[in-house]
């Protein structure tokens, strides 16, 4: 029988840990993607403040429709020049764009990916356009991670997450990836990815091939049949055709690639 002393630990253990989990679960409205789409596309900003994270002055809005609050975020920098001095050095043809966002999620869908980054719209507010995208509900960023030094509690889990971020990151060509703050983590540790202003740039040679390490059987495959076409179809409107040329040329590569370590590790070691 269950000593009498231990259900006082039992209710303090709901009260700190289930209920919170519980309380959050009820404030998250459920909705498929395509509704958090319409919601971000229609809804009325009922609040908003400038965000002190970053350095292209985004915003948290606070949207409603009347039934549903929600909150989203709003980027709207789209930064062009031929030549702009970094930190990291100097960049040639440098774009800081929130079209990048949208072209980020809608390929994203077209590769199976969509469910590690938020619903992202076009959108005009306070008379400028940008991207608005689903706030997503996080514990932390994958910088805070490391700073507290937490381990997860699926480690396989979390490294075949990030084998996944890790494909989108040299497919898209980001320059920003290693941003601290641009991996959320959620609070049943999925991996989420944001931020994707410095990204789709026109090279055709991946970024960093050394950190494809491994690759879902899903998503291989997935990059192996996209289709040109389609790809082009669904992102004309946010990239140019040398930007989509590039995704293609990327794509390509890391096929090779993974087809190459295939080969010599074999389909076990590579595959998951």
């Not at 959108?123 to 996080?138: P, Y």
């Amino acid at each position: 029988m269950r000593s009498r002393r231990a259900y006082p630990r039992l209710l303090l253990a709901f009260v700190l840990v289930v209920l919170p989990a519980l309380c959050l679960a009820q404030e998250q409205p459920q909705l498929t993607a395509e509704q958090k789409r319409e919601f971000l596309l229609n809804a009325k900003v009922i609040r908003y403040k400038q965000l002190d994270e970053g350095i292209t002055r985004s915003h948290r809005l606070t949207l409603s429709d009347g039934k549903i609050t929600h909150d989203a975020h709003f980027q709207s920098i789209d930064e062009r020049r031929s030549y702009k001095p970094l930190d990291r050095g100097a960049e040639v043809n440098f774009v800081d764009s929130y079209l990048y966002n949208i072209a980020a999620y809608e390929l994203a869908k077209l590769i199976g990916l969509d469910d590690m980054l938020p619903v992202t719209v076009e959108r005009k507010w306070r008379g400028e356009k940008g991207a608005m995208a689903w706030w997503l509900s996080t514990q932390m960023s994958i910088g805070e991670k490391a700073d507290k030094k937490i381990s997860p509690p699926d480690l396989e889990a979390w490294n075949n997450s990030m084998y996944k971020v890790r494909v989108f990151t040299q497919l898209i060509y980001d320059t920003d990836r290693n941003n601290p703050g641009n991996i959320k983590i959620g609070h049943n540790w999925e991996v989420y990815m944001v931020d994707f202003s410095r990204a789709f740039r026109l090279y055709h040679d991946l970024k960093n091939p050394q950190d494809l390490v491994r690759c879902s059987r899903e998503l291989l495959e997935k990059l192996r049949t996209l289709d040109g076409q389609i790809l082009a179809a669904k992102l004309e409107k946010y990239l140019t055709e040398l930007e989509i040329e590039g995704i293609i040329r990327r794509r390509e590569k890391i096929v090779a690639y993974f087809e190459k370590l295939i080969a010599e590790k074999g389909e076990y070691a590579v595959l998951y």
